[in-house]
Each structure stands twice: as C-alpha cells, then as structure tokens.
C-alpha cells in the first residue's frame, strides 16, 4: 500500500548536496506527461522542469538507473506523488544532453517494470520506494496471438501488407547458385592485383547468362526488373566483347 503521509509529500529538501543517500530499494522519478516507456526500449526524454532536471542529473551523477513514470494529468506543471500514475519503468541513462537551445534531453534504456509502494521525502525531486516486476520468461500463445493481431492492424492502419519470403534454400535459390558460381570463377583465377581481379569479373560477362544475372528477380515476381536486367546485361556484355 502507498503510505498516505508519502503522498503529500513534495519532495522539495534542501540543497542537492545536502539531502541524505537514496535508500537502493528507491528509484529517482522522472515524471512525464504522455509517454510510456517498455522495457528493452529506447527513448528520448526532453526534461525542462527543474525537478526532472535535478533528478537527472543526480542519477547521472550517482550512475544509478531511473524510474520513467507517467503523469496523470498532463497539464500539471508541477507534479507531486498523488499526482503519479503507481506503475512505471525502471531505465538506464544512456546519455544526457544539452542541446544548442538550452534544453536538456534523457536517452533512456528501458530495464524492467515497477510498482510503486510509496514516495519518500527529502529530496529536491520526487524519489519512490519500489518493487520490480519480474518480466516473463517468454511469451505465451495468447500474448503472441495478441502481438500478431496488433502487428496486423498497425500495418492495416497505414495501407501497408506483408510480403513473406519462401523458405530459404540454398540448392533452389538462385542467388547462391550465382554466386557460387561466382566464386569459385575467382578463387581459380586467383587475382592478385586490382587490374587482374577487374579483368576477372570483366571475364564473367561471357560466362554468365541474362538468364542467371535475372533470375532472382523474376523468381519475386517483379518482371519489368527483370526485362530491363536482361536488356542491361545483353547491352553489357556486347559491349565488353567487342572492346576485347
């Protein structure tokens, strides 16, 4: 339960220097207004009021992880615990900038999700006492079926579609069948200078057919490619027979 004398409180201590050590089963809180951060995200965090600011530099200062904790209200200027939402993500500060224009930006690593048992006092900041949340081993069927679901209507949303590959097969692809071809054309050459490897590959225009160089591209469907690649390397390859 969240000690209800915690929740008045506002965190505003005395100076940074002051203030006593942060118990370790206590997180620094940055508040923000609208977003959410999941564990193994990253994100950028602008933070602009002098709070969030202490808060971040202390844990920078100290290198401990953060709480990132949303606001209920996002028109609050200045929150304090009866104004936080009780779950949030614990995160590692990758980076703390200052921008040209004076504002100061986190890049936070989410970690792991916490629960908040109750705010203490003496800080310039707001400073929580929390339990983490043991993240699942793995997903189950039903999470996977509703992650796919999501997957589905975010790509609907936005008038796109998923185009699945086959299977992968090395003695059917063409694409590994040309460049083993190609292969083992330069290991037998042997080229040891960038003129002779040059020549080399000049030599595989009389070796490979339009057929093979396109192949790949017919087998996904994308036929106008295709025939220009055919046109392309016959162009090419005339080309090269007749300077040699």
Known sequence: MVDQASESAQGTAGPLGQSAPIPGDALIIVPVRNAVLF??????ITVGRPKSIAAAQQAMREQRPVGILMQREQNVADPVPIDMHRFGT????????TAPDGTHHLVCQGEQRFQVEEFLSGWPFLVARVVRIPEPAARSPEIEAR???????AIEAVDASLIYLPPYSPDLNPIEQFFSKLKSILRKAAARSIAALWEVISSCLKVFSPRECGDDLAQDGIDDVFDITLVKVRVLRSNTLNEL
């Open 147 to 153: 992650f796919l679901n999501l997957q589905r209507q």
């Open 39 to 44: 564990p193994e995200q990253v994100m950028p």
């Open 90 to 97: 614990v995160a590692n500060v990758v980076r703390f900038l």
